[in-house]
């Protein structure tokens, strides 16, 4: 390669635009991630306490104590992309090719807890989602800073976001509306968690391949391993990086309160259990309709804005949840709507927001460190996750809630009612305020990628000059 040659390839693989391919392939990789992750979500509180027989309160400190340690699994998850290199599949791939089927293996695991006793079923159910969230932390870090070193183009990284969201969604619908409806018995479901997670282990193994393959980094990096002093200064003062992280965490504890908590909701609130998967069938159309258009908003209006806009439906729909009549069902059901399409929203958006601020981080200091940066984005949304997670059980123990699906008391209602609604909604206000300070703008984002790459043309420009008066002396 010459010179010259280098010199375009510095700069132009940074803005070309992605093949389809990479961008299916990208999606694949998140549902795959969703096949151990949704299942989690949406059913290991209910596994948890109709099926094993944990109680609520128990159940969301396991989710609590765990949640937390993956968040700081999530942080030295980082830490290990950054310092890692493979020179022909990069910084990322190597952790989703080797890391992909232990994890899996572990979602089969977490839903097939044996009958020890109670002290052995707890110490199963902590030691085997320990390792899930531990095994999904060096898949999930990677995979997720993968789209930052694909494109630094908004537009591309947005048609990523849809279409890690579509992946996702593709799962949660699977689940919502095949699986959900067969959640009336809890002590007859263990053969079918069983069986589900071991077909979506094979399957996602195979998804997981097909996103190493097509998904490859194309964003030039002038250091390939990032020491530990460089990762602290691209994190230090990123103001940007911070005002998400702590919005995020807010937006997620809400969201897991909804995931978990919801199918309760559906099934002894509304004595609609079939609505479930209705709302999965809805969640396809509005998952396609938003992918087709969030390119598109995202160019006319701002990632920063639809943002806001994604924070004030949730809060909306979870307000219509919390106060809905259980005999008017077609209300209640509109909430749950309005609040899923604020979370789609935010959820396709907070990734393209995420890469930004790598780039910003890499204004800042000359060093691209995605591992790190995806690492502390991912830290807060796992607290979030956990916080969301343990509220919603113990939303369900203060309620006195009495597993097995029996019928519930009044203040059991309540308590449902208050995660699947009065949470979310108060914790989507409270995200929304802080996003109202977040500083980097798309457009700001686009002066910042230009002058990166101004600075890196002038670097190779003096390198060459050098080069050149050293060949004439």
């Not at 309620?399 to 989507?428: C, E, K, N, T, W």
Request: proline fraction near 3%.
């Amino acid at each position: 390669m010459t010179e010259q040659n280098s010199t375009q390839a510095i700069s132009a693989p940074a803005v070309a635009p992605l093949p389809k391919r990479s961008i299916i392939g990208y999606g694949a990789g998140d549902a795959a991630n969703n096949l151990a992750f949704t299942t989690a979500t949406m059913f290991l509180l209910l596994y948890y306490t109709d099926v094993v027989g944990i109680s609520a309160a128990a159940a969301g400190t396991l989710l609590l104590v765990v949640r937390i340690f993956d968040a700081f699994a999530d942080v030295f998850a980082g830490r290990m992309v950054d310092k890692t290199y493979h020179k022909k599949l990069g910084k990322f791939r190597p952790f989703i090719m080797f890391g992909s089927v232990p994890l899996l293996l572990l979602s089969v695991a977490t839903f097939s807890i044996p009958q020890i006793g109670q002290t052995g079923m707890l110490i199963w159910a902590y030691v085997s989602y320990t390792l899930l969230g531990l095994a999904y932390s060096f898949v999930n870090i990677p995979f997720g800073s993968l789209a930052g070193a694909m494109t630094q183009v908004s537009s591309e990284r947005a048609k990523l976001a849809s279409a890690r969201t579509i992946g996702a969604v593709a799962v949660g619908s699977f689940l919502g509306i095949f699986i959900a409806p067969l959640m009336k018995g809890g002590e007859n479901l263990q053969p079918l968690f069983t069986t589900l997670t071991i077909i979506f282990a094979v399957v996602g193994t195979g998804l997981y391949m097909f996103t190493v393959f097509t998904a490859k980094e194309r964003v030039v990096r002038e250091v390939t391993k990032v020491s530990l002093k460089q990762s602290m200064s691209t994190l230090k003062g990123n103001k940007p990086l911070l005002l998400l992280c702590i919005s995020s965490f807010l937006f997620l504890t809400g969201q897991l309160a909804i995931s978990s908590i919801q199918i309760y909701y559906f099934r002894d609130v509304l004595h609609s259990l079939p609505l479930y998967a209705v709302m999965a069938i809805v969640n396809i159309f509005l998952t396609f309709g938003l992918a087709a258009l969030l390119p598109r908003l995202v160019r006319l209006a701002g990632k920063k804005r639809l943002y806001l806009v994604a924070g004030l439906l949730m809060a909306v729909g979870g307000l219509i949840v919390f106060i809905a009549p259980a005999s008017m069902v077609w209300f209640a059901f509109t909430g749950v709507l309005i609040a899923q399409l604020g979370i789609m929203m935010a959820n396709m958006l907070v990734w393209a927001l995420e890469a930004d601020t790598v780039e910003y981080g890499e204004w800042r200091t000359g060093v691209r460190s995605e591992g790190i940066t995806y690492a502390l984005f991912s830290f807060t949304r796992k607290t979030g996750q956990a916080v969301g997670g343990a509220l919603a059980a113990y939303a369900l123990a203060w309620g006195g809630y009495a597993s097995g699906g029996a019928a519930q008391s009044d203040h059991a209602l309540l308590g449902i009612r208050v995660g699947s609604g009065l949470l979310p909604m108060v914790f989507a206000i409270l995200a929304i305020a802080i996003m109202f300070l977040y500083p980097l703008t798309d457009a700001k984002h686009k002066e910042i990628v230009a002058d990166i790459e101004g600075r890196r043309k002038e670097r190779l420009d003096a390198a060459l000059n050098r080069r050149d008066s050293e060949e004439n002396s």
